[in-house]
């Protein structure tokens, strides 16, 4: 994943008004099967940048481009999940995976093998005849990851996917993800308020500056274990990157959250 010197604006709010840019001079890349967050304060374009990661929304400058071709439009090598599931709530966890399958020429036993292969790896089989409604939030993203990796995308786009859980689920959550995304070796761009999030889960985290966004600061992680973010948020190293990006975010200072 390629951006270079990419910039949004928004039309002014009001008649007359200047155009409104959420992002600029954004520049970054990311490896096959690498996991990057970007974390930043709130309103400086994180959702706007994934929106134009995804095709879902053109730059006003600059070049983004996936496997050295630029995105022009929505593609099926990018996953995108939200915060909120989005399941179907008229149909079962194995109907909503097998959703996104059916724009694709493909046959009815064929879209079935592929849902359940996806409901398996997030351990979900049991659950296939369930309605949302009858699972819980957790198993709600987990279906919902199971049928954005359905559609064997490349790249998967997540923004902030485990913030409305409590606590516990989402360490839980965090570690099942982190298991299926390494396993699959898919490249990954999480967005996140969560700092020790970033660090559990990431190789490289994106600091974004205050509107309009650009990166600011680059951190490597460096920690093994990618697969288990519970492993790792206890070591002496991660507490001292979060109290780093606590700092870089001047989150002890800022009043204006
Ligand atoms: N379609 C749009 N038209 C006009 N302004 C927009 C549009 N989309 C986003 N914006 C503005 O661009 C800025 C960046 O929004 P964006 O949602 O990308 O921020 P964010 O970093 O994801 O915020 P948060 O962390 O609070 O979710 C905001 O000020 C928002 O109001």
Redesign the pocket.
Same mark, same amino acid.
């Given at each position: 994943m390629e951006l270079q010197d990419v910039a %949004?604006r928004?039309?002014g %709010?009001t008649v007359g008004a200047p155009p409104?840019t959420?992002?600029r001079n954004l520049s970054f890349d990311v490896r096959r099967s690498e996991f990057v967050s970007i974390v *930043?304060? #709130? *309103?400086? *374009?994180? #959702?706007? &940048? &994934?929106?134009l990661v995804a095709g879902l929304?053109r730059p006003s400058e600059g070049r983004v481009a996936l496997n050295g071709v630029e995105v022009s439009g929505p593609n099926s090598s990018v996953g995108f999940m939200l915060q909120k599931d989005l399941l179907l709530p008229w149909r079962t966890v194995l109907h909503n995976v097998e959703f996104g399958l059916e724009a694709r020429k493909m046959s009815g036993s064929e879209r079935r093998q592929r849902a359940m292969r996806e409901l398996e790896r997030c351990r979900l089989t049991e659950f296939a005849d369930r309605y949302p409604y009858q699972i819980s939030g957790g198993q709600r993203q987990r279906a919902a990851l199971a049928r954005t990796l359905a559609i064997d995308p490349d790249v998967v786009l997540l923004?902030?996917p485990f913030s409305a859980l409590d606590a516990q689920t989402k360490l839980v959550l965090q570690k099942s993800f982190a298991g299926t995304i390494a396993s699959s070796g898919l490249t990954t761009l999480l967005?996140t308020?969560d700092l020790s999030e970033a660090v559990a889960m990431s190789d490289r985290i994106l600091v974004?500056s205050d %509107?309009p *966004?650009r990166i600011v600061e680059e951190i490597e992680v460096g920690l093994p274990d990618r697969d288990n973010p519970i492993a790792r948020v206890a070591t002496p190293r991660a507490g001292e990157i979060v109290k780093h990006l606590f700092h870089s975010l001047h989150i002890d200072t800022r009043e204006d959250a």
């Amino acid at each position: 994943m390629e951006l270079q010197d990419v910039a %949004r604006r928004f039309p002014g %709010r009001t008649v007359g008004a200047p155009p409104f840019t959420a992002v600029r001079n954004l520049s970054f890349d990311v490896r096959r099967s690498e996991f990057v967050s970007i974390v *930043g304060p #709130s *309103g400086c *374009g994180k #959702s706007t &940048l &994934l929106n134009l990661v995804a095709g879902l929304d053109r730059p006003s400058e600059g070049r983004v481009a996936l496997n050295g071709v630029e995105v022009s439009g929505p593609n099926s090598s990018v996953g995108f999940m939200l915060q909120k599931d989005l399941l179907l709530p008229w149909r079962t966890v194995l109907h909503n995976v097998e959703f996104g399958l059916e724009a694709r020429k493909m046959s009815g036993s064929e879209r079935r093998q592929r849902a359940m292969r996806e409901l398996e790896r997030c351990r979900l089989t049991e659950f296939a005849d369930r309605y949302p409604y009858q699972i819980s939030g957790g198993q709600r993203q987990r279906a919902a990851l199971a049928r954005t990796l359905a559609i064997d995308p490349d790249v998967v786009l997540l923004d902030e996917p485990f913030s409305a859980l409590d606590a516990q689920t989402k360490l839980v959550l965090q570690k099942s993800f982190a298991g299926t995304i390494a396993s699959s070796g898919l490249t990954t761009l999480l967005i996140t308020h969560d700092l020790s999030e970033a660090v559990a889960m990431s190789d490289r985290i994106l600091v974004m500056s205050d %509107r309009p *966004g650009r990166i600011v600061e680059e951190i490597e992680v460096g920690l093994p274990d990618r697969d288990n973010p519970i492993a790792r948020v206890a070591t002496p190293r991660a507490g001292e990157i979060v109290k780093h990006l606590f700092h870089s975010l001047h989150i002890d200072t800022r009043e204006d959250a």
